[in-house]
């Protein structure tokens, strides 16, 4: 089976830096996505990492270790519509498994 | 950017009557569909794949006789959920694979969902 772990809620300050982690255990690994998801909408894709190392775009970086079943998103220059819930997903073989997500709040 | 598309968005429905969600891909073909389901507050739990021509493979406690899912075409999968009752109250997510110009191999393109409220 799986068991992807995230935590269940963030806060931050506008302007800030702040990092979601999310660990994970699976057979089959094949990638480690981050979606963003506002409340009442569909996830949207913000990054996939499939090997180690840190992927940088824009404002957020992801990082992964598959040694350590590792991942965290890294979100800088925090801006108030950053306050979403962020989803770790695991793809398993062909299957894309998500974790209970991070509900972050960016106060003023 | 692969867009995927959702009807309805939202639907009433009384107690003891069928559901019918489409799904459609829009400028892509898609090989692989997702159906998923989200409760308030908790995360996406993936219901079934299917596979355009075959039948869905459904996740351990997805009861597969009462959400029948439908991939007959490229660009069309139907999630249809029989005899509703207010626990199937939800949030119902697709998702796809495929492909088409500029499509990457790995990525899964989200529908915008449909909020199923039986009363």
Redesign the interface.
């Known amino acids: 089976g799986q068991n992807i772990d995230q935590p269940t809620e963030m806060t931050a300050t506008e302007g800030a830096i702040v990092q979601i982690n999310c660990t994970y255990q699976t057979s089959g690994f094949n990638?480690l996505?981050w979606y963003q998801q506002h409340a009442?909408?569909?996830?949207?894709?913000l990054s996939?990492n499939?090997l180690d190392g840190l992927e940088e775009k824009g404002r957020f970086s992801s990082f992964l270790s598959r040694s350590k079943g590792y991942s965290y998103l890294l979100l800088k220059e925090l801006q108030m519509k950053d306050s979403a819930s962020y989803?770790c997903a695991v793809?398993e073989r062909?299957?894309?498994?998500?974790?209970?997500?991070t509900e972050l709040s960016v106060k003023p | 950017g692969a867009v995927v598309s959702q009807h309805p968005s939202r639907v009433i429905c009384k107690s003891g009557t069928s559901v019918k969600i489409e799904c459609r891909s829009l400028d892509f073909q898609a090989t692989?569909m997702?159906w998923?389901r989200q409760f308030p507050k908790?995360?996406?739990?993936?219901m079934a794949?299917s596979n355009e021509g075959s039948k869905a493979t459904y996740e351990q406690g997805v009861e597969k006789d009462k959400f029948l899912i439908n991939h007959a075409s490229l660009t069309l999968s139907t999630l249809t959920v029989t005899s509703a009752h207010p626990e199937d109250s939800s949030?119902y997510?697709c998702?796809a694979r495929g492909r088409g110009i500029g499509q990457t191999s790995?990525?899964?393109?989200?529908?915008?969902?449909t909020?199923l409220t039986v009363t």
């Open positions: 990638g996505f009442g909408e569909a996830p949207t894709f996939y499939v989803l793809r062909r299957k894309l498994i998500f974790g209970q997500g | 692989t997702f998923y908790q995360s996406l739990m993936l794949t949030f997510i998702s790995y990525e899964q393109y989200f529908g915008p969902g909020r």
